[in-house]
Nanobody
């Protein structure tokens, strides 16, 4: 089994920053594609950023240079640095790992951007 644990969410004012972390554990061997997704109330889950072994990165269109995904060296641990947060970034942020055709999700961490 693979477990993902996210952390780092919280309440932040517009224009502020947060750094999310996601650590995978369990029966994992090797480094696997991982990513961040988010879901706001009433909306579908959407891609925020993905990173694959070798370092190729993909961002959702709305990111516009504000967020940055990174991976701890040789680990299935990723981070999401979020800057210039806006109220529309309010959502539950989920971490995903893809391994051998299966998707594994974390429980999510809430991000609220409000004054």
């Amino acid at each position: 089994q693979v477990q993902l644990v996210e952390s780092g969410g919280g309440l932040v004012q517009p224009g502020g920053s947060l750094r999310l972390s996601c650590e995978a554990s369990g029966r994992i061997s090797g480094i696997w594609p991982m990513g961040w997704y988010r879901q706001a109330p009433g909306n579908e889950r959407e891609l925020v950023a993905t990173i694959i072994p070798g370092g190729h990165i993909n961002y959702g269109d709305f990111v516009k240079g504000r967020f940055s995904i990174s991976r701890a060296n040789t680990k299935n641990t990723i981070y999401l640095q979020m800057n210039s947060l806006q109220p529309e970034d309010t959502a539950v942020y989920y971490c995903k790992l893809v391994r051998l055709g299966s998707d594994y999700w974390g429980q999510g961490t809430q991000v609220i951007v409000s004054s």
